[in-house]
């Protein structure tokens, strides 16, 4: 009798147990760890710049009639700008964070969320620049004067996007949108201003970090046993780069001048990246595999409870 009851007992709890499993797979999606490798990942940035370079500044000259002669920069005091030869494309495979991106999927065909998307968008692959020789007018009377020459010169070495808020996703049917809300960082190093061709100033590191949202189309095709899930998208992104500098210096070779300047550069360079980032051989459990694993360590149940009163 004891045997029977408990057989019966046994029984109704793998019911229940199966029911609860097969009623929370329909209800709960599949989160799936996802590292972006490989090689059908691209990232390809067009570094190119947009807008105007505002100058400012003022000083003084004196020459060899120990004359000093102040001067300011005159209008206009925007100038406009372009990289030497042309744009600058970056080609690298973009790397996620270590933990992994997570991938909420409901179905084969569906993209349910997105957490922890955390970009290295050049991966270690950096681009160098340089703008168009920039001329500031002044209203010196010294020739060497009237049009300060300034070159600028840089590296761009890294360009990141981290998701800091909810993704919002629509569409069904193995595609649609998606939007994620982040930050998005970049540094430029090895920033150098040369002045009337032979003065170097360094500048330093120009970094910064603003918060961006990331949209794009997603895509999800194939059976629940191997799953490709892509991403796309288009970034630009403005990176500000300024120069505040006192320049002292002396030319005695040519005119025997002694300049001291003040200058003050600001300006913006806008990357521009086309993201492809794509992930196969994904798996998704089966509501019945799920079921059958629940029975299985319910199974194994009653073994591991002999044990531990042995």
Do not use: C, Y
Not at 178 to 189: K, P, R, Y
């Amino acid at each position: 009798m004891l045997m029977k009851k408990f057989t019966v007992r046994l029984f109704v709890a793998l019911t229940v147990a199966t029911l609860g499993l097969v009623s929370a797979s329909r209800a709960l999606a599949v989160t799936v760890p996802i590292n972006f490798t490989g090689t059908e990942q691209n990232f390809d940035a067009t570094v190119d710049l947009t807008g105007n370079l505002a100058a400012n500044g003022s000083g003084s000259v004196v020459n060899t009639k120990n004359k000093v002669e102040p001067f300011k920069f005159t209008a206009p005091f925007d100038h406009p700008l372009s990289l030497f030869g042309g744009a600058i494309v970056v080609s690298s495979d973009p790397i996620t964070d270590p933990a992994g991106t997570t991938f909420e999927l409901p179905a084969p065909d569906q993209i349910a969320d997105i957490a922890a998307l955390n970009l290295d968008l050049l991966n270690g692959v950096t681009s160098d620049f340089a703008l168009d020789t920039i001329f500031i007018t002044t209203n010196s009377s010294v020739f060497l004067l009237k049009a300060i020459s300034i070159d600028l010169s840089g590296t761009l070495t890294e360009l990141r996007f981290a998701q800091t808020g909810a993704a919002i996703l629509t569409g069904t049917g193995g595609s649609g949108t998606f939007s994620v809300d982040g930050e998005l960082s970049a540094s430029i190093d090895n920033l150098l201003a040369v002045v009337f061709g032979l003065l170097q100033v360094p500048v330093g590191t120009q970094s910064i970090s603003a918060p961006f949202t990331l949209t794009g189309s997603w895509t999800s095709t194939g059976p629940s046993n191997n799953v490709k899930v892509t991403l796309d998208s288009n970034i630009e992104f403005n990176v500000p780069l300024s120069l505040l500098t006192n320049l002292t210096t002396s030319i005695t070779q040519v005119l025997s001048l002694t300049i001291s300047s003040t200058i003050d550069l600001a300006a913006s360079l806008t990357v521009g990246a086309g993201l492809h980032l794509e992930q196969s051989g994904i798996v998704i459990p089966e509501p019945g595999s799920m079921v059958l694993l629940g029975l299985g360590l319910l199974a194994f149940a009653p073994l591991v409870a002999r044990r531990i009163r042995r």
